[in-house]
Structures are given as C-alpha cells and as structure tokens.
C-alpha cells in the first residue's frame, strides 16, 4: 500500500518541498513581477535550483521573462494563475 494512514507523504511534519509547493510558490512570488534573486532567496532555492524550475515554467508558460529598466522579471502568466488555483485546490481536498 503506498499511502497509508501512517504515511509520511502527506504529513505536516515532513520538512521536504514536493516539485508542485515549490512551482505554487514561485508563481506566488511571481504575481508582481520580481528578479531572480528575490525569487530565490524568497524561494530558499539554489541558483542550480531556481535556474532548472524557472526554465521549465517559462517552457510551459507558467511564467513569463521580461526585461524591465535592463533587468529581467519573472511574472505569473494565466495559465501560471490557473496552475496555482488547481495546487491550493487539491491541497485543501487533500487535508484532513
């Protein structure tokens, strides 16, 4: 059996961020327009880390890239909206 009432994937203990919680929080980063840096400071991410995950949303349009006064800024795209709507809903499906 893979989750169990003991299961530890599910548990509010576990200190460990799924690839989903840390692509909601970058797009909650990112509903403002923000810089690398603060995303990933705001993130607790590496830059190996933040660089694989911004990659892969602004692939899947997640996310956009723009340059803003010579600097680039992430920010939210709808569908990024739409994706961070569907996670905190099965988050909460999920709680008991």
């Given amino acids: 059996m893979l989750v169990g009432q003991g299961s530890k994937i599910f548990s509010a203990k576990s200190k460990r961020r799924d690839t989903f919680g840390i692509m ?10 923000t810089l690398k840096t603060q995303i ?8 190996t880390q933040l ?11 997640l996310i956009t890239r723009k340059a ?26 999920l709680k008991t």
């Fill in 40 to 47: 990933m400071y705001r993130a607790n991410l590496s830059f």
């Fill in 68 to 93: 803003k006064e010579g600097r680039e800024v992430y920010a939210i795209t709808p569908k990024g909206f739409n994706f961070l709507q569907m996670h905190s809903d099965l988050i909460q499906l």
């Fill in 24 to 33: 909601a929080q970058i797009l909650e980063i990112t509903k403002e327009g």
């Fill in 51 to 61: 660089n694989e995950y911004l990659h892969f949303m602004v692939i899947n349009k």
